[in-house]
């Protein structure tokens, strides 16, 4: 169920954060896809009784092939993509196991997943 969950949450994943794209530009990939992603990964592996790692992991590969084919780094944002949901998986299965409560292990991977995409992307004024 893990490999249904990971493509589920990708494919809406990507539907959701081009609509929102669209619509609100791209600021919205540093406050909103956090929340989309990491809510999308958690909630389905939930959803889909099954174990949240793995979803995380396959949800980064997914990403990482379309970022292989469409960033300008290739082979290094591939790797990557897999790489940061892979710990924002254990980050969340982390928190939730200290914490005692799944929600709290989900606001850390959101928190943790801004912080990335802050760092990563860089506005449009910044790039001209």
Do not use: C
């Amino acid at each position: 169920m893990y490999l249904l969950a990971g493509i589920v949450s990708a494919v809406l994943a990507y539907i959701l954060n081009r609509v929102l794209v669209r619509r609100f530009g791209a600021g919205v990939i540093i406050f909103i896809t956090p929340i989309v992603e990491e809510g999308l990964k958690t909630g389905l592996a939930i959803l889909f009784r099954t174990l949240i790692l793995p979803v995380h992991v396959f949800f980064g590969i997914i990403e990482g092939i379309y970022d292989l084919k469409t960033s300008r780094l290739g082979t290094t944002a591939g790797l990557l993509s897999v790489l940061w949901h892979t710990v924002f998986g254990l980050v969340t299965i982390m928190v939730q196991q200290i914490m005692g409560h799944i929600v709290y292990g989900l606001l850390a991977a959101i928190f943790l997943h801004y912080i990335g995409n802050s760092i990563v992307v860089k506005p449009k004024e910044d790039s001209e």
